[in-house]
């Protein structure tokens, strides 16, 4: 159902773990594909390039050849639609590094009172959501208009600049297809990002679980595939957790059940029950030592 589900308006399928949605995913773009779908009308949004990789590995034999959609993170398929590496390089700006942002940001922060329990990829995480306008303390949005001036005043951009700069281009590419995985750790920045590269009347295809939510320190928007639903979009659900022993899922969901604003999904554990052990570590060695010990698979 999820696979050949219509091609109109929006489609939500909320993925539980080990429950094949990478899977669902590939089959779903074969499936618009085959049925007369364009692939250079088709974006496909992943997490990490890795995804993308992958998904394009699976991807491949099945259309024996064919060319393949738009595919990767946002960040990279902005990057791709500016121009690449030849835009960067005739605007005068360089992709600029993690540490380069480090070194940057350090300089920028000393002598201000900053929480001492935070470290620096923690800050820079904090100032790259109040670039994407998430609420953060006043000082690290008074930081984003000074971070970004001076990137730019230094010839670099970062990927947050990346997606305002192909926000900003006046005729955006647009696409018939947006589909994208890990949909429920979106930011507010990367939706808007992606519903302007739609056309009209594109389809849109989130898979992802808001269970699974992990990425809220980053910015992500909160219960986005239950705010799709609530907006008319169809659902579709993929129970069986082929990765946990059905005791585990049980004890896991207990306290997932208390989460709220979400896309309530039960899981069905096709595996048997097995073994298991409730335990606290002082540390991470002491650990990895007992569950050796047990011989925990």
């Known amino acids: 159902d999820a696979v050949m589900a219509p ?41 990490t390039r890795a995804a993308a990789e992958e998904l394009q590995g699976r991807l491949a034999p099945k259309l024996r050849g064919g060319p393949l959609p738009y595919c990767g993170t946002m960040h990279a398929l902005a990057s791709r639609m500016l121009g690449g590496a030849q835009w960067l390089l005739k605007q005068g700006l360089t992709l600029i590094s993690e540490d380069d942002q480090l070194a940057l940001l350090n300089s920028m922060v000393a002598g201000l009172e900053l929480d001492d329990e935070l470290t620096d990829k923690e800050v820079l995480l904090l100032l790259q959501r109040a670039q994407e306008g998430a609420s953060v303390p006043a000082m690290f949005q008074l930081l984003a208009a000074e971070w970004e ?119 069905t554990p096709p595996r048997e029950d097995g073994d298991v052990m409730v335990a606290r570590f002082s540390n991470e060695a002491e650990e990895l030592r007992t569950l050796l010990a047990a011989k925990v698979r």
């Open 149 to 267: 001036a001076q990137l730019e005043a230094l010839g670099y951009v970062d990927f947050v600049m990346l997606l305002k700069r192909s926000l900003a281009l006046p005729s955006r590419r647009k696409f018939r297809f947006a589909l994208a995985d890990e949909a429920q750790d979106l930011t507010p920045l990367q939706l808007q990002w992606l519903r302007s590269h739609c056309k009209p009347d594109a389809h849109t295809y989130l898979v992802g679980d808001d269970d699974q939510a992990v990425y809220a320190f980053r910015g992500s928007a909160q219960a986005v595939l239950a705010d799709e639903v609530d907006r008319g979009a169809a659902c579709h659900q993929l129970r069986d957790n082929w990765r946990c022993r059905r005791n585990i899922i049980e004890r896991a969901y207990q306290l997932i059940a208390h989460n709220t604003h979400r896309v309530a999904l039960p899981q």
């Open 7 to 47: 091609t109109t308006g929006a489609c939500v399928v909320v993925a539980g773990p080990g429950s094949g949605k990478t899977s669902v995913l590939v089959e779903r773009i074969a499936y618009l594909l085959g049925s007369g779908a364009a692939p250079d009308d088709m974006v496909v949004c992943t997490f």
